[in-house]
């Protein structure tokens, strides 16, 4: 069974730091490019930082460029999301998925499973 558990979120000041986790069953994560999404209420879910499996090529959103950074570590089935300098705007609910990287973008890839559920995170002023 497919399943991607998201954690790590809380409620940090601005200016502060999280690391987010994705731990990953039911495929192997060192075959996918992987990402994680940001959303806010009556948004869509928006790619801000993904890593492509073959040469690990990154790419971040312009609004978290030089604050967060995405890693992974294939064996033990777990990407990471290290946000440092965190603003208000970073608020909301974070989720992991796999992606398809191509144009100097990242996008969903809807192949292989659903969202999960996400974890929250609130920067307050």
């Known amino acids: 069974q497919v399943q991607l558990v998201e954690s790590g979120g809380g409620v940090v000041q601005a200016g502060g730091s999280l690391r987010l986790s994705c731990e990953v069953s039911?495929?192997?994560?060192?075959?996918?490019?992987m990402g994680w999404f940001h959303q806010t209420p009556g948004k869509e879910h928006e790619a801000i930082a993904c890593s492509r499996h073959r040469d690990e090529t990154t790419y971040y959103a312009e609004s978290v460029k030089g604050r967060f950074t995405i890693s992974r570590d294939n064996a033990k089935q777990t990407m990471y999301l290290q946000m440092n300098a965190l603003k208000t705007d970073d608020t909301g609910v974070y989720f992991c998925?796999?992606?398809?990287?191509?144009?100097?973008?990242?996008?969903?890839?809807?192949?292989?499973?659903?969202w999960g559920e996400g974890t929250r995170v609130t920067v307050s002023p």
């Open positions: 039911g495929f192997s994560v060192g075959m996918y490019d």
């Open positions: 998925a796999t992606t398809l990287m191509y144009g100097g973008g990242c996008y969903r890839y809807w192949g292989l499973h659903p």
